[in-house]
């Protein structure tokens, strides 16, 4: 397949632009990229000028894991029988035929990292997956997390409760007792394999967080308040844990320490109120306010929160508060990519990555509401 006659924003690590650009994909793969009109064979897609991009990366939802309309028939984002379930996968949960997936893939969001929700301190892994398929196993596209929850909303799932935990003290002390408890669990394995002694009795949960702290995954710590971004980092600190924060709703109030430690923050929902106490300093500023820190910053929707199709005016609301358009297409292509740890993958139209591209008309600003995608391919596969 080749598509030619594009501007093509490539977001490689040049930010290079094409003018009068094609791709040439097969078996869902880029295998060449450059300017000028091509050798034209086999399947063409003339793109008479217009302006082609990576897919959109939305680097933190919940989608596929509740269904709008249904109630709690349809939620299964939040496992609140216990508040450590790290042992949980987030691939059990997502439904792949859920409306949303063709609602993302119109919008030319190609791939998304799906998370449990933030009711338990300790949640359940985090994967990356396509927008296309219907078998979640062959959307897969990397296991990439394990998600943390700091602030109200473990507080006030137990709470409610009069169970542990109550208090933010006991939310970060029950973390720290999880991760301990996991290192104890990995150093007698290694001595069982290599002393010769006997294997430590199965302990799923401590299974589960070995490849965080191995560093093969990374910890998302959902977090919104100053202090409870902090406590993250603190953590993730304590336990040499590589990290992201997600929401980091006050980041502009500390962007220039965050920036001093190397944070990657995930920014979103965009556009929503304060309709809690620890969002009493959002604001659509803040994705700017980071980036000119020298944060690292996504944009997410946070699905369903605010619906996934609304990812590409989220960032024009932020592009509208002061965030550089570049710095804004970064946000959801290759940034987004580099802090889910897929950017080998996609987040740039690039040799030897999926073929996840999207196609806007020449001239139009993808960010803007009147914007839509001409096309989109998924693995090469066009799906719009």
Same mark, same amino acid.
């Given at each position: ?8 924003? =490539? ?5 290079? =632009? #094409?003018?009068?650009?094609? +791709? @040439? ?55 609140? $029988?216990?508040?450590? $379930? ?26 998304? +990292?799906?998370?449990?929700? $933030? ?36 507080? /006030?799932?137990?709470?409610?409760? %009069?169970? =542990?935990?109550? *208090? @933010? ?5 029950? #973390? ?22 006997? %294997?430590?009795?199965?302990? /799923? ?6 490849? !965080? ?10 977090? &919104?308040?100053?202090?409870? #971004?902090? *406590?993250?980092?603190? #953590? ?10 997600? &929401?980091?709703?006050?980041?502009? !109030? ?11 923050? +995930? ?21 700017? !306010? ?10 997410? *929707?946070? &699905? ?6 609304? !990812? ?22 290759? =940034? ?49």
């Amino acid at each position: 397949m080749i598509i030619y006659n594009a501007e093509i924003f =490539t977001q490689n690590r040049e930010r290079e =632009t #094409i003018a009068n650009g094609f +791709v @040439r994909f097969e078996n869902g793969r880029i295998t060449e990229v450059g300017q000028g009109t091509p050798e034209l064979s086999g399947e063409c897609f003339d793109a008479c000028g217009a302006a082609l991009y990576p897919g959109f990366v939305d680097i933190h939802t919940h989608l596929g894991l509740t269904t709008g309309g249904t109630g709690a028939e349809g939620e299964d984002f939040n496992e609140e $029988s216990e508040p450590v $379930s790290a042992k949980l996968h987030i691939l059990d949960g997502i439904n792949p035929l859920d409306v949303s997936f063709a609602k993302a893939r119109e919008a030319g969001i190609t791939a998304v +990292v799906v998370s449990p929700g $933030s009711m338990n301190p300790v949640a359940g892994d985090i994967c990356a997956i396509s927008t296309s398929g219907r078998r979640i196993d062959k959307m897969l596209l990397r296991k990439v997390g394990m998600k943390f929850a700091m602030g109200e909303n473990p507080k /006030m799932t137990y709470m409610d409760r %009069s169970e =542990t935990p109550c *208090t @933010r003290m006991a939310i970060a002390a029950m #973390i720290r007792e999880a991760l301990a408890k996991a290192q104890r669990y990995l150093g007698d394995k290694q001595r069982a394999e290599t002393e010769d002694e006997d %294997s430590p009795e199965l302990d /799923m949960q401590s299974e589960a967080l070995i490849p !965080l702290l191995e560093g093969r995954l990374k910890a998302h710590f959902h977090c &919104h308040r100053a202090d409870d #971004i902090f *406590t993250a980092v603190r #953590i993730a600190k304590e336990f040499s844990l590589d990290y992201l924060l997600i &929401h980091c709703t006050d980041g502009h !109030l500390i962007a220039d320490e965050l920036a001093a430690e190397g944070a990657g923050a +995930v920014v979103g929902p965009i556009m929503c109120d304060a309709c809690k106490p620890e969002l009493a300093n959002i604001t659509p500023a803040n994705a700017a !306010l980071l980036d000119r820190a020298g944060v690292k910053v996504a944009v997410c *929707t946070d &699905h369903s929160e605010i619906p996934i199709e609304y !990812l590409p005016i989220s960032v024009g609301v932020c592009i509208k508060h002061g965030l550089p358009f570049g710095k804004a297409l970064d946000s959801v292509t290759i =940034t987004a990519a580099q802090l889910a740890g897929i950017d080998d993958l996609v987040g740039s139209v690039e040799v030897g990555k999926r073929a996840d591209l999207v196609l806007f008309p020449s001239g139009a600003n993808p960010f803007e509401v009147m914007s839509s995608p001409v096309a989109v391919w998924v693995g090469g596969e066009r799906v719009n």
